[in-house]
């Protein structure tokens, strides 16, 4: 149980700071905003970097990647499927009924229970959602609020995130064997190290965040509860279920991808959605935000019951 508090007290506290930043505008919008830009270009990349650098890649994580791809698109065909009966008036419904925010939330929450050098775990589970996002949700995204895309635009957009030149440099490390000349080499190691300590600001920065940008309006709370409901309907059995199912054939046996696996399947829709919808709908981001913010408290509600039953 003290080793269970230790784990859960911490994302609770800085979430609840975060949270309270907020209320007391201590800090201002603006500032958040620095911060994120801080994680998602210097210390998620750094993260993610330094975990596929650790990681040996086999046919079962290529499954992964192809089964956590489908089923991002099943999710966005689910959620097309009911627009017209549980999102009727929503036009971003269905967006909201695909995706997982793991960068802002999934990887702060798995790595602060179970520590930064486990998320290698969570990379390889997620990496299916990412090539979902940046290719299919991004796309549909920009052609509902800009017309249709070129796909040049696209990869361009592709292959300038940090986040993704991260993954793909730490794979080809990895792929390549270079891990023990990074670290060993006089001048990369003092980069390794520098790339550790970036790291390490990633959790507290990022629940710090989370916990700011929670912000329910009551009057819509109970329309905001209609995705979040069906949505975890659908996948929270499989959270369940197919972490244990896959635990032997896919998992590898591994107690770490299994609770990975049950974080990316809980985690709220992308936070990026309000980023990339269309500027003259006041509403319908009022709505967008609100199931962000429910889903949100809900996934971490989750998340935490999980860690008090499947500590490690």
């Given amino acids: 149980m003290t080793e269970i508090i230790s784990r859960v007290l911490p994302i609770l506290l800085l979430i609840a700071i975060g949270f309270g930043l907020r209320r007391t505008s201590f800090i201002s919008d603006d500032t958040v905003g620095d911060l994120r830009k801080l994680v998602v270009n210097l210390a998620l990349p750094a993260v993610l970097f330094t975990s596929f650098l650790e990681i040996e890649f086999d046919s079962n994580d290529v499954a992964i990647v192809v089964a956590t791809f489908l089923l991002c698109v099943a999710l966005y065909g689910i959620g097309r499927a009911l627009q017209s009966r549980f999102g009727a008036g929503h036009e971003y419904f269905p967006f909201l009924m695909t995706g997982f925010e793991s960068g802002m939330l999934g990887i702060s929450l798995f790595g602060s229970a179970y ?56 794979i080809v490390a990895s792929l390549a064997g270079l891990r023990d000349a990074l670290y060993d080499g006089p001048i990369v190691g003092g980069v390794m190290n520098t790339l550790v300590f970036l790291a390490a600001l990633t959790v507290p920065l990022i629940l710090l965040i989370v916990g700011y940008g929670i912000q329910l309006d009551r009057r819509g709370i109970r329309d905001a509860a209609t995705p979040v409901v069906i949505r975890l309907a659908i996948l929270l059995p499989l959270a369940i279920l197919l972490p244990v199912l896959l635990l032997d054939s896919l998992l590898d046996g591994n107690h770490y991808s299994q609770a ?13 959605i309000p980023l990339y919808m269309k500027p003259d709908m006041p509403d319908e981001r009022r709505y967008v935000n609100n199931v962000l913010s429910l889903y949100t408290v809900v996934s971490i509600l989750l998340f935490v019951g999980y860690v008090a039953i499947n500590p490690l």
């Fill in 115 to 170: 520590g930064l050098s486990q998320v290698g775990y969570f990379a390889v589970v997620d990496l299916g959602h990412e090539l979902f996002i940046w290719f299919f949700f991004l796309a549909l995204l920009l052609a509902k609020r800009d017309g249709i895309q070129s796909p040049g635009r696209l990869l361009g957009a592709f292959i300038r995130s940090p986040v993704v030149i991260a993954i793909i440099a730490g």
């Fill in 260 to 272: 990975a696996l049950f974080t990316l399947l809980i985690l709220p829709p992308p936070f990026i």
